[in-house]
T-cell receptor
Framework: EDQVTQSPEALRLQEGESSSLNCSYT??????LFWYRQDPGKGPEFLFT???AGEEKEKERLKATLTKKESFLHITAPKPEDSATYLC????????????????FGRGTQLTVWP | DGGITQSPKYLFRKEGQNVTLSCEQN?????MYWYRQDPGQGLRLIYY???????QKGDIAEGYSVSREKKESFPLTVTSAQKNPTAFYLC???????????FGPGTRLTVL
């Protein structure tokens, strides 16, 4: 069964204190791994897609990396506006037939950055 | 502006009633999805559709129904058979089934 586990569940950082969020996954074949940001009461906002081990993507203070078993979302010198829940999702390989396109989500990491 | 709209933002339902949640997109995306989000849980797939007039059940389809008569619209009906419908409902779309999914703002449904 495809599974996605995110850790930690919650993370509190002081402004400027860099850290990483983890997303470990088990799928029979990975087509893509997705990171989203979700603010309270709103829909998830797309951040990154990673497709192969070794790939990295960056956006402002965020950098996502991918290995064969997990992905990390590195946050460098975070600011209070980075506070949100970060969601990880995996998309199994396209040859899964009826599961084409569907995502499996982790429970998210709730990040709080205080001044 | 292109995007995904969901309405209403908040919805209150009495037990035994059916309610329909609206999802519209003007992104010309082929695929659309409905997810349910509960506190402390990941998003769970209810239904998805990759083309007009076709849709598939997700992991928790019982008590829900959908239609896809137009490319831009994918309404979700929460029926009285859904035993615990109070949740945050999210609609998403993607250009094709295997592409990045983009989410709407969500509808919070509360059963009174």
């Amino acid at each position: 069964e495809d599974q996605v586990t995110q850790s930690p569940e919650a993370l509190r950082l002081q402004e400027g204190e860099s850290s990483s969020l983890n997303c470990s996954y088990t799928v029979s074949g990975l087509r893509g791994l997705f990171w989203y940001r979700q603010d309270p009461g709103k829909g998830p906002e797309f951040l990154f897609t990673l497709y192969s081990a070794g790939e990295e993507k960056e956006k402002e203070r965020l950098k996502a990396t991918l290995t064969k078993k997990e992905s990390f979302l590195h946050i460098t010198a975070p600011k209070p506006e980075d506070s949100a829940t970060y969601l990880c999702a995996v998309q199994p390989s396209a040859d899964r037939g009826s599961t084409l396109g569907r995502l499996y989500f982790g429970r998210g990491t709730q990040l709080t950055v205080w001044p | 502006d292109g995007g995904i709209t969901q309405s209403p933002k908040y919805l209150f339902r009495k037990e035994g009633q059916n309610v329909t949640l609206s999802c519209e997109q003007n992104l010309n995306h082929d695929a659309m999805y409905w997810y349910r989000q509960d506190p402390g849980q990941g998003l769970r797939l209810i239904y998805y559709s990759q083309i007009v007039n076709d849709f598939q059940k997700g992991d928790i389809a019982e008590g829900y129904s959908v239609s896809r008569e137009k490319k831009e619209s994918f309404p979700l009906t929460v029926t009285s058979a859904q035993k615990n419908p109070t949740a945050f409902y999210l609609c998403a779309s993607s250009p094709r089934g295997a592409d990045t999914q983009y989410f709407g703002p969500g509808t919070r449904l509360t059963v009174l």
